[in-house]
């Protein structure tokens, strides 16, 4: 079994990940951990609600209950993007030429990377955002869909419409595919390829026991795997028209432990399954050959992050019983 660096920190952890080949973990409390020559800890927030990693830069974008979004970098060092005072900022993205956006409400604001702000406004709360992968597009999760803008253009938004409360989104690494997760036990997606207008469009992802809080795309864009069945759910997004009229595998399955988190391999189509109970597997998705990286821990596994190499994954839990897995020991 390959060998697990434990951390422990108090309360629930929102995101494992690595800068560089650093680990870091972003706790709930407000509190950011380095693993740099020993445990370093930087206060960044009153409470952290999001989380996620810059990888053009190798830094952290946070989103707190201080209604701050804060950059933060390698060696712990912080810069302040954007402060709405007494606002909670619980949807933060990052994406192409060091651009940032991040939610409040019914609006969303894209911080480029000369300091400019753009403001996108909806009729209902911004639930989710996401960079399209190339060229400055972004996609915003809503009740009854999604809003796609152009930030450095002023062409007219495109509105995808599906009845439900969308509470996340994601685009596909190619960009013929935006998914949302929904308030649902399902995945609902759209195919942006397609002609205007026409049904086939949409891609209906159901059969989920529970709701979907964890998706992660395979390195090339060929699979997307899911949570929210006590198995990895993955569909499949290499033919034109993704995974429509096609079954998910499904991966790592366990009698009624519900996977909680997963984490494609940067550059291997191998997907680390995080668990309720805080085990993990790694599944290659070739032949489905299971490794067991960690045995059961304290509290379910919220978030995993690969070094660049793909030799260590970081993890975290709603318990605070953190670490790094070394798969290549």
């Known amino acids: 079994m390959p060998s697990v660096a434990p951390l422990d920190i108090e309360g629930h952890v929102v995101a494992a990940t690595f800068l560089g080949d650093m680990p870091v973990f972003a706790a709930a409390s407000g509190t950011i951990h380095r693993l740099d020559g020993g445990e370093k800890v930087t206060e960044a927030h009153e409470g952290i609600l999001a989380c996620v990693k810059d990888p053009a830069n190798q830094t952290l974008v946070t989103g707190g209950e201080d209604g701050k979004v804060l950059r933060i970098a390698h060696d712990g060092s912080i810069t302040e993007l954007a402060h709405l005072p007494r606002k909670w900022i619980s949807v933060v993205a990052t994406g192409p030429q060091g651009a940032v956006a991040y939610a409040q409400g019914k609006s969303a604001f894209v911080r480029l990377a000369d300091g400019t702000t753009k403001e996108f406004t909806e009729q209902r709360t911004v639930e989710a955002i996401d960079f399209a992968p190339k060229g400055l597009r972004i996609a915003l999760a809503r009740y009854n869909g999604v809003t796609l803008h152009w930030v450095g253009t002023s062409g007219a938004p495109i509105d995808l419409e599906w009845k439900g409360a969308h509470t996340g989104v994601t685009f596909s690494p190619d960009g013929r595919f935006i998914v949302t997760t929904m308030q649902e036990n399902a995945l609902h997606g759209w195919k942006l390829d397609g002609k205007s207008g026409a049904d086939a469009r949409h891609m209906r992802m159901t059969g989920y026991p529970a709701k979907v809080k964890s998706v992660s795309w395979s390195p090339k864009g060929k699979w997307l795997a899911s949570s929210g069945a006590p198995a990895a759910i993955v569909w499949p997004f290499s033919g034109k028209d993704g995974p429509m009229g096609k079954a998910p595998l ?25 668990f309720v109970d805080g085990m993990i597997l790694a599944v290659r ?25 793909g030799k260590l994954l970081a993890y975290a839990s709603d318990a605070g019983d953190c670490g790094v897995i070394d798969i290549s020991a």
């Open 250 to 274: 499904e991966l790592g399955t366990r009698a009624n432990i519900m996977v909680t988190d997963v984490s494609f391999h940067p550059a291997e189509e191998i997907l680390a399954i995080g």
């Open 285 to 309: 998705i070739a032949d489905g050959k299971e490794a067991l990286l960690r045995r059961p821990g304290k509290g379910a596994i919220t978030s995993m992050g690969w070094s660049s190499t």
